[in-house]
């Protein structure tokens, strides 16, 4: 009898955007797989009150990205959607596209992944919350970045009640802010949300915004047009691309100083862009009182560089998340302190790993939701035998220019290591992806990574 040739069964860590759409890829191409999320529903942080605690949605919270930009490329959005659709919109398009490709029966709910660790020979054991073991020959780790918050310390203590945006839910929950002296820290989009949602009057008695730094925030139109939906073009040379836009981005709102905010010292796309269609006009309107970076916390009010003391009920940290894999013990696969995750090849793979795929694990401009869409192509042509990376010297190269590429522009900051321009990316994977395939042809389509159930026909 005859052996066939079987490929890799793979562990999918996580449901949400970046799980599934790496699952419907491994399935199209005969991949054998399974998913296990820790909730139990699909959606991660798009899905509002998630039981596993790793929503950041809040009630009012609409997507920032156009429908045109956050598509997938198989399954349109609904025709009546508005240009930025509310959360709620977004994640029954999450349940109808799983349940078009028909990939709930692989996703396991109510399993989390306890521990991933990588055996001598190749292959994953996968410990779970349900005291089972299993093993695979691959790992594609979807897990998110945005759900471990990150609250700075500060010198000081204070008295009132503090939480991370990633806790806001509404005014009044889990803290009731109305009629309170509220303190937003952050100038980011989560900052801008919460801050113009509590600075109008019935809400907050005063709300205060702390920043160390100014920041441009870029308007959600442009002449009727959400400003994302006709990006420049990606062979556009980056420097040209990056004039262009701050030139528009400043004739359209002027300078951050008309309305009572801190001047940036950068320009537009120098740090990862602040949106909001709203925040602008509430500054404007005397509704937010800027104060600068916070030198101590202290008691019933917190003091700032500047040497201001501002009495505060609520404090409201939008200051960012760690890049966190609590499954895995070895650090070569874990972020570094200053919050940089391992190397990787195409943001997917590290080199001299040829079993582990980080899927989602990117900062992308406009959207991060169809961007693992995009990099399951290279996962499912790879395990398929259809795709062959360069030798481990040539990714490393690659690396540090797609690095220097993507985050050369940026001011060195936590929130920047894992910054992506999306069109770029997505163009340069696509002739990674023709290379890849003309390397495997050489090779003889060989699977990298073997399947140790080899099953006999």
């Not at 594609?140 to 945005?146: D, L, R, T």
Request: proline share 7%; charged share 20%; glycine share 8%.
């Amino acid at each position: 009898m005859a052996e066939t040739r079987a490929l890799p069964r793979v562990c999918i860590i996580g449901a949400g955007c970046s799980g599934f759409t790496t699952a419907k890829r491994l399935k199209d191409h005969g991949i054998p797989f399974d998913v296990y999320e820790a909730s139990d529903d699909i959606g991660g942080t798009w899905y509002y009150k998630n039981p596993n605690g790793m929503s950041a949605c809040y009630q009012s919270l609409h997507i920032d990205t156009s429908k045109w930009r956050l598509a997938f490329e198989d399954f349109p959005v609904p025709a009546d959607w508005p240009d930025y659709p509310h959360h709620s919109l977004l994640l029954h398009y999450f349940h109808d596209y799983v349940d078009h490709f028909g990939l709930h029966e692989h996703i396991r709910f109510n399993t989390r992944v306890e521990s991933a660790e990588r055996q001598a020979g190749g292959g994953w054991r996968i410990a779970l919350s349900t005291g089972e073991v299993m093993h695979y020959d691959a790992l594609c780790v979807a897990n998110g970045h945005h759900w471990a918050a990150r609250i700075p310390e500060y010198p000081g203590s204070f008295d009132g009640a503090q939480i991370h945006s990633h806790q806001y839910r509404t005014p009044f929950e889990p803290v009731n802010c109305i009629g309170k002296r509220v303190l937003v820290v952050g100038m980011g989009n989560s900052a801008m949300d919460v801050a113009s949602e509590l600075s109008q009057r019935p809400m907050a008695q005063k709300l205060f915004v702390s920043t160390r730094r100014g920041v441009w925030i870029f308007p959600k139109y442009y002449k009727g047009q959400p400003l994302d939906k006709n990006p420049a073009p990606a062979w556009l040379p980056k420097g040209l691309k990056q004039w262009l836009g701050a030139r528009m981005v400043k004739k359209l709102v002027g300078r951050m100083s008309d309305y009572g905010l801190p001047e940036p010292e950068i320009g537009p796309f120098e740090s990862h862009g602040t949106v909001s269609g709203e925040f602008l006009v509430r500054a404007g309107s005397g509704d937010i009182t800027m104060k600068g970076a916070i030198e101590r916390l202290d008691g019933n009010g917190v003091v700032f560089t500047d040497g201001s003391r501002e009495e505060i009920d609520v404090i409201v940290w939008a200051t960012g998340y760690d890049i966190s894999f609590p499954f895995f013990k070895d650090p070569a696969f874990t972020a570094d302190s200053d919050n940089r995750p391992p190397p990787l090849f195409k943001r997917i793979m590290k080199p001299g790993v040829a079993d582990l795929f980080y899927m989602g694990l990117a900062q992308p401009l406009p959207t991060l939701v169809n961007f693992a869409e995009q990099q399951s192509k290279l996962v499912a042509a790879y395990l398929a035998g259809q795709y062959l990376p360069p030798d481990p010297a040539e990714m490393e190269r690659i690396i540090g220019a797609d690095e220097e590429y993507y985050t050369g522009q940026y001011y060195a900051a936590r929130r920047h290591t894992i910054q992506l321009d999306f069109d770029h990316y997505v163009c340069a994977l696509k002739k990674e992806l023709d290379k890849g395939a003309r390397r495997a042809a050489a090779a003889g389509h060989a699977l990298p990574v073997k399947s140790h159930q080899m099953e006999a026909a």
